[in-house]
Nanobody
Framework: QVQLVESGGGSVQAGGSLRLTCTAS?????MGWFRQAPGKEREGVAM????????VYADAVKGRFTISRDMDKNTVYLQMTRLTVDDTASYYC?????????????????WGQGTQVTVSS
């Protein structure tokens, strides 16, 4: 497992943008972002492999969110644009040192503390 430190959450009006940042303390095979809204289950949002240029997005965020990485900094970013109230949730960075499902919790063995994103209409 690795330690993950997130930053970048906040409040924004609908249509606005935010960028989330997550830095890992060690080796990762892949990293991803999940979110959990009140009363809902945690869901995968986007993921990126550390050594292959492949990314996976949930349908709900395709075309609006972009995940990227900086290998030198061991950091992953989630650029969120055209935010809607439905994007309001706690966002969690996740990392995996093995394979497994791309956007399911079972595919990850390290988790950040979460950062709140609130979108108002």
């Amino acid at each position: 497992q690795v330690q993950l430190v997130e930053s970048g959450g906040g409040s924004v009006q609908a249509g606005g943008s935010l960028r989330l940042t997550c830095t890992a303390s060690g080796f990762t095979y892949k990293m991803g972002w999940f979110r959990q809204a009140p009363g809902k289950e945690r869901e995968g949002v986007a993921m990126i492999y550390s050594y292959v240029d492949e990314k996976v997005y949930a349908d709900a965020v395709k075309g609006r969110f972009t995940i990227s990485r900086d290998m030198d900094k061991n950091t992953v970013y989630l650029q969120m644009t055209r935010l809607t109230v439905d994007d309001t949730a706690s966002y969690y960075c996740a990392a995996s040192t093995y394979g497994g499902e791309d956007l399911l919790e079972s595919g990850y063995n390290s988790w950040g503390q979460g950062t709140q994103v609130t979108v108002s209409s």
